[in-house]
């Protein structure tokens, strides 16, 4: 028998490997952890996609320079006067911030875009963990993840912020911490932040909306009272729980107009030139991904012995509706698709093999804790930004730009000693880089804001790329006076100008060509 202090010697000690099991991490996690170092890493040396990012810098920069979110349209000649809900404006003024700091600028972009993409990644990944007991699938729920919304997440925009918090309020509601108290005040907090940051915020609240629906449609189906549905504890929790984030989302420079603003852009006349706002299809390469991603989530979901539960279905539904009626709403199918094919895949394995391998094994190491913690720190000096810090010299600009971006022509215009009057007629993808590096030499006729532009600007915009027969009476109409066009796509107004002699060739290169009118009209 033993003494007294043996005893209580013996059960303090017992306390104490439970606490630092806690410590210890299973092989499960340590591969987890390096897998989003890896992601962080190749993400990191992307080189930055230039068609979104530097039009949002430019009205960062603008919101920084004047101290105030603008209601018109700022940067743009053609579009003075036109309303505008500038819904982005935090993630705008963030990335201009970032940018112009000195020991930051484009390695901090590139760095952020890949912590965002593995912030997203990792909630799929704990939100299968937590519900699966399976690391294995959780990580090929994160693959599923990232083939199926690969071409969108190849963008570095605001919208990435909304991917992440989409991917982390779908967390919270599957593995039902939506419960706890805490979240009443976290989630809230969530949705005031990103709804200065993205419009996107409006699908973190469908998502809520649909999992209150199949809660309230789960308690209705076996009590066939609507009353008693409506009182149950997870739909009240939800329902207050959407109050309290619709009200934290009014907490913006726009009011309440932000909600009409996301409801009305889709309808534009000019989004429905942007390709990327077309239905999806099988001729897409992210349509096929959302194919075969979708046959293997139907398959796990028929043949797994795990309840499919109504809010499931329905966020299936809706969301893979809303990505064929608009590819670009892909970003909320993927996380969608993803984490209920992990779930239900591990259900059909277990059933089908019993308690796999994997999940055999629950021995633990504070080895497995030091390769976890050491992955990322090696990761996070692996980036250009680490490197940068190390050796206090950053970059050069074109290897961290992607090769699209018109870094040459943007070299030639900002050493241009003498501004061409008048607007210039610009690919509106490069509109964005040229203006940033020219500042004033440069008033292009358009950006990739398309819904702010008036819709008979745009339409002859679009007339112009591909040069008609009219093209002068056009470029007269706008007072343009410098055309840049793209050889691989404006052939056609390339060969009009050359036979021209009303303009002349100043510049070119492999990718671009300028033209200036000879006789420049003012106006």
């Given at each position: 028998m033993n003494a007294p202090g043996e005893t209580e010697s013996s059960l303090s000690g017992a306390r104490r490997n439970e606490r630092w099991s806690y410590c210890r991490l299973t092989p499960g996690a340590t591969v987890f952890w390096c897998g989003l170092s890896g992601l962080l890493v190749w993400f990191a040396h992307?080189?930055?996609?230039?068609?979104?990012?530097?039009?949002?810098?430019?009205?960062?920069?603008?919101?920084l320079l004047t101290g105030r979110v603008p209601s018109t349209e700022p940067l743009l000649p053609l579009?003075?006067?036109?309303?505008?809900?500038?819904?982005?404006?935090?993630?705008?003024?963030?990335?201009?911030?970032?940018?112009?700091?000195?020991?930051?600028?484009?390695?901090?972009?590139?760095?952020?875009?890949?912590?965002?993409?593995?912030?997203?990644?990792?909630?799929?990944?704990?939100?299968?963990?937590?519900?699966?007991?399976?690391?294995?699938f959780g990580m090929l729920a994160a693959v599923m993840f990232l083939v199926v919304?690969?071409?969108?997440?190849?963008?570095?925009?605001?919208?990435?912020?909304?991917?992440?918090?989409?991917?982390?309020?779908?967390?919270?509601?599957?593995?039902?911490?939506?419960?706890?108290?805490?979240?009443?005040?976290?989630?809230?907090?969530?949705?005031?932040?990103?709804?200065?940051?993205?419009?996107?915020?409006?699908?973190?609240?469908?998502?809520?909306?649909?999992?209150?629906?199949?809660?309230?449609?789960?308690?209705?189906?076996?009590?066939?009272?609507?009353?008693?549905?409506?009182?149950?504890?997870?739909v009240r929790r939800l329902l207050l729980l959407i109050l309290l984030c619709a009200l934290a989302t009014l907490i913006n420079p726009n009011g309440i107009r932000v909600y009409r603003e996301i409801l009305t852009i889709g309808r534009h006349p000019n989004i429905a030139t942007m390709f990327e706002w077309d239905p999806l299809s099988l001729h897409m390469k992210q349509g096929k991904a959302a194919a075969v991603a979708t046959g293997l989530l139907l398959v796990s979901m028929l043949l797994s012995r795990r309840r499919c539960r109504p809010e499931q279905l329905l966020a299936v539904v809706l969301f893979g509706g809303l990505t064929v009626w608009s590819s670009r709403m892909i970003n909320w199918f993927a996380p969608v698709a993803a984490v209920f094919f992990g779930i239900h895949a591990a259900a059909v394995w277990r059933s089908w093999r019993g308690q796999p391998k994997f999940n055999r094994s629950h021995r633990r190491s504070m080895a497995f804790t030091v390769v976890s913690v050491v992955a990322p720190a090696i990761a996070l000096l692996l980036t250009p930004l680490g490197r940068q810090t190390i050796t206090w010299q950053p970059p050069p600009v074109?290897?961290?730009?992607?090769?699209?971006?018109?870094?040459?022509?943007?070299?030639?215009?900002?050493?241009?000693?003498?501004?061409?009057?008048?607007?210039?007629?610009?690919?509106a993808e490069w509109a964005g880089y040229l203006m940033y590096v020219a500042g004033d030499r440069l008033q292009p006729m358009v950006n990739v804001h398309v819904h702010l532009i008036p819709v008979s600007v745009w339409s002859d915009y679009m007339r112009l790329m591909h040069g008609?027969?009219?093209?002068?009476?056009?470029?007269?109409?706008?007072?343009?006076?410098?055309?840049?066009?793209?050889?691989?796509?404006?052939?056609?107004?390339?060969?009009?100008?050359?036979?021209?002699?009303?303009?002349?060739?100043q510049y070119e290169d492999p990718r671009a060509v300028l033209f200036v009118r000879s006789q420049q009209a003012r106006r």
């Open positions: 992307r080189r930055l996609w230039h068609s979104d990012l530097w039009d949002h810098i430019n009205y960062g920069r603008q919101i579009c003075a006067g036109e309303p505008m809900v500038n819904v982005a404006w935090g993630a705008q003024v963030v990335l201009a911030w970032v940018l112009e700091t000195r020991w930051l600028g484009l390695p901090a972009l590139q760095i952020g875009y890949a912590a965002l993409i593995v912030l997203a990644t990792a909630a799929v990944v704990c939100c299968v963990r937590q519900q699966s007991r399976s690391w294995v919304n690969w071409q969108q997440l190849l963008v570095i925009r605001p919208q990435l912020v909304g991917v992440t918090g989409f991917c982390t309020v779908l967390a919270v509601l599957v593995t039902n911490l939506f419960r706890r108290r805490a979240v009443l005040i976290v989630l809230p907090l969530l949705f005031g932040v990103w709804a200065n940051l993205h419009g996107s915020f409006a699908m973190g609240l469908t998502v809520m909306g649909v999992w209150a629906a199949g809660r309230f449609a789960s308690v209705y189906s076996r009590t066939h009272a609507v009353r008693i549905a409506v009182r149950a504890r997870d074109p290897s961290l730009l992607s090769t699209q971006t018109p870094v040459a022509l943007g070299d030639f215009l900002s050493q241009r000693a003498t501004p061409v009057p008048g607007l210039t007629f610009v690919p008609p027969p009219d093209w002068r009476t056009l470029l007269d109409r706008y007072n343009i006076n410098m055309v840049i066009a793209d050889r691989s796509r404006h052939g056609r107004l390339i060969r009009r100008l050359q036979n021209s002699t009303a303009f002349e060739r």
